[in-house]
C-alpha cells in the first residue's frame, strides 16, 4: 500500500519514540517506516547494541530517513526521557508493579491531551528479545499494552510501534468513515433516478415483462431498491440508458432478423 | 512485546486474508503472524511466486505456523474468492473506479455485521510491488484504506494486514481502556486514605510544618489531592504509614543524637 503524495505537507509531530537497546538495526529502521507513516518523526535510542548510525537500519526504512537521520543517542534511559514530562511505557503486561494501564487507542487520546497542554511526551519501547524491565516501567507514569488474542500475542519491535503510532494518528485523523470515491461524477439526482427508472418500466412492458400485471409495483419497487443500493452516479445513469438502448436495439434486431428470414421462406416457398 | 498465554483458549475466525501473487514468502510468514496476534487463521495465497509451501515463511511466522498449515492455495483470485460474499480491497487510493472506501474501523464494524448475518468475508491484498490493480478491486465489494501520512505512505504487506486484523480484533474486544493493573491488593477506600491523611496532618503539625495556621486548611486540600491523584492501594497507605514512622524516627533520631551532642558538649566544658 504505497500511496505517498510528497505534494502533501508532511504531518508531523508528536511523542518521541525511546527504543531502548535496540538489537538488529535493521528493526530501527522498520520502526522509522512505521513512524514516519503515522506523522511521528521524533526517535531517541538508548545504547543500540549494532552502533549508531547504521546502514542496515537505512535499507530497512524505505525511504524514512528524515526520522533516522533526526534520532538522538543517549547511553541510558534517564538521559533520553530528561525533558519528558508524560512518559509511557509499552509491554505485553505489567508484572508486580501498580501501574495504570491504558489500551493505545486510550493512550492517543490522552498523549494529545497532554501535548495540547504544551508538556512533551515520550513512549518507551523495550528490547526486541527480553522487552520492558519493571526498573523502566517504573520510571514511566502509564503503561500501554495492546489487546491481542490471548493465545498469540507476539508483535514484533515495528509493528508494537506501529499500533502505537496508528492510533496516534487516527486520534486526529478526520478522514471520513465511509466515503464513495468518485473521479470526475457525482451521484445522480432523483430526478435523473427517477427518469431512468420509468423509461426502464417502459422498455421492460413493452417486452413483455411484466406477466401478471398485479405484481408490477411490486416487481418495480424492488428493481428500484435494487438499483438505489448501488449508490449511482450521475455518468453510470447515463450508461445505463445506453444499456437500455443497446438491449432494445438488440431485440429489435432480432426481431427484425426473424422477420427477415419468415419473408424470405415466405418467397422462397413461392 | 511477548505476552502469550497458552492456557487461553484462543478467539479464531474472522475474515479470510487473500494475499495476490505475493513476492516473497517472508512476508507471507510475516501475515501470518501479524493474524495470528488478531484472532485471524484463515489465509488463501494467490499464486505465490516462490511457491507453495515455503520454509522461509515458516521461519518468520515466529510461531503462527498453524496459519501457514491451514494456507490454501488458489491460481486465480476468482476462485480464491469463490465462496466469499462480502469481499474488501485494501489499498491506498481507487483509481479511476467509483467504489466504497472505508477505514479499517468502519471496515471491522461492517465485517462483523456481514458475518453476524452467517455470511462469509475476504480481505484483498495486492502484492508487494505492484499493489492492488483495478480488476481486483472490481471485484471487490469495498475499498479498505487506511488513513496515512499523507507525505509518506508506505506500508509493507504484513503491516497492511496488521492494522486491518488489529481493528477487527478490537472492534470486538473488551479490554477496559484505562485500568489500574494491581498484584495482590486492592484500591484505598476513603477511610483507609483519610486516616492517613490525618496522621500526616498530626506529625507535620508536631514538626512545625505549618507556620502560617491560617494556610494550614489550604496546605492540607493540596497534599490530599496530591495524594489521591496517584490512586493509591490499601498497601500503598501502609508503606505510607511506615514511611511517616520512619522519617519521625529519624527525626527524633537526630533530636536525640542532636541533644547527646548538647550534653557531652556541656560536659567537655566543665
Chains 1, 2 share one sequence.
Not at 508524560?86 to 493512550?107: D, F, I, K, N, S
Not at 501535548?115 to 523502566?136: C, I, W, Y
Request: proline fraction near 5%; charge should be negative; glycine fraction near 6%.
Amino acid at each position: 500500500m504505497a500511496g505517498t503524495d510528497r505534494t502533501q505537507a508532511p504531518t508531523l509531530g508528536g511523542p518521541r519514540v525511546v527504543l531502548i537497546e535496540p538489537q538488529l538495526s535493521e528493526n530501527v529502521g522498520a520502526v522509522a517506516r512505521a513512524m514516519l507513516n503515522c506523522g511521528l518523526d521524533r526517535m531517541s535510542l538508548v545504547n543500540p547494541r549494532e552502533g549508531w548510525p547504521n546502514s542496515k537500519a537505512y535499507a530497512m526504512a524505505s525511504g524514512a530517513t528524515e526520522v533516522l537521520e533526526a534520532a538522538q543517542v543517549f547511553a541510558t534511559v534517564e538521559e533520553a526521557v530528561a525533558d519528558v514530562s508524560v512518559l509511557y511505557a509499552t509491554t505485553a503486561r505489567p508484572r508486580e508493579l501498580t501501574v495504570r494501564v491504558l489500551t493505545p487507542r486510550e493512550a492517543a487520546a490522552d498523549m494529545r491531551a497532554v501535548q495540547a497542554r504544551g508538556e512533551k511526551v515520550g513512549v518507551l519501547f523495550g528490547p526486541e528479545r527480553s522487552g520492558m524491565t519493571n526498573d523502566h516501567i517504573a520510571l514511566a507514569d502509564t503503561v500501554i499494552s495492546v489487546p491481542l488474542n490471548p493465545a498469540y500475542s507476539s508483535l514484533n519491535l515495528a509493528q508494537a510501534v506501529l499500533l502505537v503510532a496508528y492510533e496516534w494518528f487516527t486520534a486526529a485523523d478526520e478522514t471520513p468513515a465511509d466515503t464513495l470515491s468518485m473521479s470526475g461524477t457525482r451521484l445522480a439526482e432523483k430526478q435523473e433516478l427517477i427518469g431512468l427508472f420509468d423509461r426502464l418500466e417502459t422498455e421492460l412492458d413493452d417486452g413483455g415483462f411484466f406477466r401478471a400485471p398485479d405484481l408490477r409495483p411490486t416487481i418495480m419497487r424492488n428493481l428500484q431498491s435494487m438499483l438505489q443500493r448501488g449508490r449511482l452516479t450521475e455518468q453510470e445513469v447515463r450508461t445505463f440508458h445506453g444499456m437500455i438502448s443497446a438491449l432494445t436495439r438488440s431485440w429489435q434486431h432480432t426481431q427484425n432478423a426473424k422477420r427477415r428470414r419468415e419473408l424470405e421462406g415466405d418467397k422462397s416457398a413461392d
